[in-house]
């Protein structure tokens, strides 16, 4: 399993679309960090370097990021897909359930190796602004930007870490979700596509105010302001996973090739 | 002796299509099969069902006993390639790519991935990207990554796709040697001159029915006898505990040797019948002629079958003529 694991890592870096993604990851922190008319479109200065990530991560999470977790979630089973390299696999002695674990524990990963990336480029991106004591919040806080008072690295950091750590685990069930439709479809771009569909109607379903605590795009904004207790949203969220990775599984046990 | 390959009854439908029905045939260790058949006859099917990929509707597969879907380590001892061209990651060198296999494989040997590649004659392109191979030598890289873990069982859907006749030749001689060393071999091919040359089944399928089989084996040992009296001859023969299968073709007698018996007593015993014999030879088996008529004839047929009201369709081995008649 260890080999097989390996093995998926490294096609990983070979995707298209992790390739394109983290380029999108470069760029997008730059437009924050050196963006001219910051102050007349939001009201607002960046004063610190730890400010950049918050911005960036802010202005994804709702969109730019679940689309490239779910399009390289779902190009996982796209590309044995594209290279007809599914069936050559599954005819060496090795389960389909294993097989697909390693992809589904790969697409766990991704969530977690971009974000890691994400923040790196946002630091570096912030970096002109330093890194030191500065007036004002990170905007991921509960003070947002403007803050309360002077804020100190320390503290600056661990909001930052922090706020990346839980907006790259709520990331995980989108991924395993691109996988499942996948699976499903046989398609990187149907499942990549089923993926975005399936949150633009959860997000809809916000005017069911019931449901609305327990919608996985809810959890999207648990980095910042969590709806419900976090120990409740880590279990909601490995509810959703452990659903969408069952789901991958049963059906592609039972898929003709 | 146990069968490699076993199938009893297998079926596949694909929605309420069948596109393979009753099919039942084996293979033994140390037999090359090919199923032959025009386009969408279910070769593909049959080879993908046989291996494990697909799952029947109905029927068994068994691969040296044991069922490839409730037994995935069988597939240790099975060496298959199912597409055509053979598949494999394009960025990764012809070496790597055989690499990745013997991990999955569950270790082989970095000195048997060597081999396998020079038993192809891809030595000299083995640290070449795969995305640069030409197709036939992305189907010979396919066969040395089905030879690779030395299997029991053999399964190739169309080796020969997309080959000139070297590597075609290449190829059927690494079969050749695969099967005289005790491995069963299934293919599905279009090549029928060359099955001919290294087979010793043939299996014709059509609309996913299996028409006919045929033992290339006892084909290659029939003899030919031109004479003047062929009735006397082939009774003649008939009585000779040292022949088997006698029968008339037009005016020759056809017949099938004992391997042990020599073939200077066919005429010595003809001669001692009265039977003035012209010419002896062998009788060259028309694998492309044989099929067409087998195919043309299970049409025709089926063809009849449809035409009656409240008619089944499938038309199996089973209730056609025997290859024997032909």
């Known amino acids: ?257 | 002796m146990q069968a490699a390959i076993e199938t009893h009854a297998l079926t596949k439908r694909y929605g309420p299509r069948p596109v393979v029905r009753d099919l039942t045939f084996a293979v033994e260790p140390g037999e090359v099969y090919a199923l032959i058949g025009p386009n969408g006859a279910g070769k593909t099917t049959v080879i993908r069902l046989v291996s494990g990929l697909a799952f029947p509707s109905s029927g068994t597969v068994l691969m040296l006993g044991h069922d490839p879907h409730e037994t995935p380590t069988i597939r240790r001892r099975l060496g298959a390639v199912v597409e055509a061209p053979a598949a494999f990651y394009p960025y990764l060198t012809g070496r790597s790519n055989l690499l990745l296999h013997a991990r999955l494989a569950g270790g082989v040997a970095t000195s048997r991935v060597r081999e396998v590649l020079d038993q192809v004659e891809l030595g000299h392109a083995a640290d070449r990207k795969v995305g640069v191979y030409s197709l036939g030598m992305r189907q010979r890289l396919g066969v040395a990554a089905a030879l690779l873990t030395r299997p029991e069982v053999l399964i190739l859907d169309e080796p020969a796709s997309g080959m000139d006749p070297l590597s075609l030749h290449l190829v059927h001689r690494v079969l050749r040697d695969a099967a005289s060393s005790g491995t069963a071999v299934l293919l599905s091919t279009h090549h029928l001159d060359e099955v001919v040359a290294y087979c010793s089944h043939v299996g014709i399928l059509e609309e996913g029915v299996l028409i006919d089989e045929v033992d290339l084996r006892d084909r290659g040992a029939r003899m030919r006898a031109m004479v003047d009296d062929v009735q006397n001859a082939r009774l003649t023969l008939a009585a000779q505990p040292w022949v088997r299968e006698v029968f008339v073709r037009g005016r020759d007698v056809v017949f099938t040797l004992d391997e042990s018996a020599a073939i200077d007593r066919v005429g010595r015993c003809l001669a001692a019948a009265g039977v003035a014999l012209r010419e002896l030879g062998d009788d060259s088996f028309d694998l492309r002629s044989y099929y067409r008529e087998r195919v043309e004839a299970q049409r025709a047929r089926r063809t009849s079958v449809e035409g009656r009201p409240g008619a089944v369709a499938a038309v199996s081995v089973a209730d056609a003529p025997t290859g024997a008649d032909a």
């Open chain 1, 1 to 257: 399993m260890s080999a097989l694991l390996q093995m998926e890592l490294g096609k990983l870096g070979r995707l298209a679309s992790v390739r394109f993604g983290a380029l999108v990851l470069i760029l997008f922190p730059l437009l924050w960090a050196y963006a001219p008319g910051i102050f007349d479109v939001y009201g607002f200065f960046l004063v610190s370097g730890f400010q950049v990530p918050a911005l960036a991560l802010l202005s994804s999470m709702e969109f730019l990021l679940p689309l490239l977790i779910a399009i390289t979630c779902a190009e996982l089973i796209g590309i044995e897909i594209n290279h007809g390299t599914l069936p050559t696999v599954l005819l060496r002695p090795i389960t389909r359930a294993q097989w697909l674990l390693a992809k589904l524990l790969v697409a766990s990963a991704y969530p977690f190796l971009a974000l890691a990336f994400f923040l790196l480029t946002s630091l570096a991106a912030g970096a002109f602004f330093g890194f030191g004591p500065f007036v004002g919040g990170t905007g991921l806080g509960r003070q947002g930007l403007l803050g309360a008072g002077t804020m100190v690295p320390i503290e600056a950091w661990q909001e930052v870490l922090r706020a990346y750590l839980i907006a790259a685990y709520s990331l995980v069930p989108i991924g395993l979700l691109a996988v499942l439709f996948a699976v499903i479809l046989m398609n990187a771009a149907g499942g990549a596509l089923a993926t975005l569909a399936t949150l633009i109607v959860m997000q809809l379903l916000v005017v069911f105010p019931a449901v609305t605590p327990y919608l996985l795009t809810t959890q999207l904004s648990a980095y910042v302001q969590p709806a419900s207790p976090l120990g409740w949203v880590v279990a909601l969220i490995a509810l959703y996973c452990a659903a969408f990775a069952a789901a991958a599984v049963i059906v592609f046990e039972r898929k003709d090739f």
